[in-house]
């Protein structure tokens, strides 16, 4: 484990409300990603940060956006949350100092919009 | 576009057998992951292979890499029922902004006793 902790753990929300969902890492680590994971599509990457207020576009951006003011925490958040956005969102996190290192994941969340 | 296709997706295999899983992907990388999923649970790495013809081993798992192919090889050896999990591939292509991840679809193994 890297110290990732991402809250909440579990939200049951309505289509059109705003969630925003939290990753927080003690390890100083530059480098943050936020995934979804849904069945038959592995795990897809939304949104990642290369540094505080340095954020990037992944392969599923639309409808979600993120932002970054510590090095610790990286938000993500559904502007207007939508029946597809049912998903287990992952946080990962590295250090990107060394070839050889991998990316280390957090617990995830399970968002459900009704 | 990236893809990156695991096969197969479902394995149901006898405890002690031997078995592959095969990652093939699409465009030229030289670094590939390996991570296990229990079910409900976070992703844990397994594997990092970062040059053509690594190989990698951790118990029972043994891990390949083949870039001019663009394939890599997890394969399990006397299988027991502890390895029982979803195994994932996943390729990275760097951009000057970081590392970007893609993943395959998963396997899911079952081991029977």
């Known amino acids: 484990d890297a110290g990732i902790t991402q809250s909440p753990r579990h939200k049951v929300t309505e289509t059109g409300t705003p969630v925003t969902l939290r990753c927080h890492q003690t390890?100083?680590?530059?480098?943050m990603y936020w995934y979804r994971q849904d069945p038959g599509h592995g795990l897809r990457l939304i949104h990642y940060?290369?540094?505080?207020?340095?954020?990037d576009k992944g392969e599923v951006s639309d409808g979600y956006s993120v932002s970054r003011s510590k090095t610790e925490d990286f938000l993500l958040t559904l502007e207007s949350a939508t029946s597809s956005q049912t998903s287990v969102y992952f946080c990962?996190?590295?250090?990107?100092?060394?070839?050889?290192?991998?990316?280390?994941f957090g617990p995830g969340t399970r968002l459900l919009v009704l | 576009e990236l893809k990156v296709e695991q096969n197969p997706l479902f394995l149901s295999m006898q405890e002690g057998k031997n078995y592959t899983i095969y990652c093939n992907y699409s465009?030229?990388?030289?670094?590939l992951y390996w991570y296990r999923q229990d079910p409900g649970k976070s992703l844990e790495s397994l594997f990092v292979?970062?040059?053509?013809?690594a190989v990698k081993q951790e118990g029972r798992l043994m891990a390949s890499l083949d870039t001019k192919a663009r394939l890599s090889t997890l394969h399990i050896t006397a299988a027991v029922h502890d390895l029982s999990a979803t195994y994932f591939c996943?390729?990275?292509?760097?951009?000057?902004?970081?590392?970007?991840?893609?993943f395959g679809e998963g396997t899911q193994l079952t081991v029977n006793p």
């Open positions: 940060s290369y540094g505080v207020k340095d954020t």
């Open positions: 390890e100083n680590h530059r480098y």
């Open positions: 996943a390729v990275d292509s760097w951009e000057t902004s970081g590392s970007r991840l893609t």
């Open positions: 990962a996190t590295s250090t990107g100092i060394t070839l050889q290192e991998t990316q280390y």
């Open positions: 292979l970062l040059s053509n013809g």
């Open positions: 465009t030229t990388s030289d670094r």
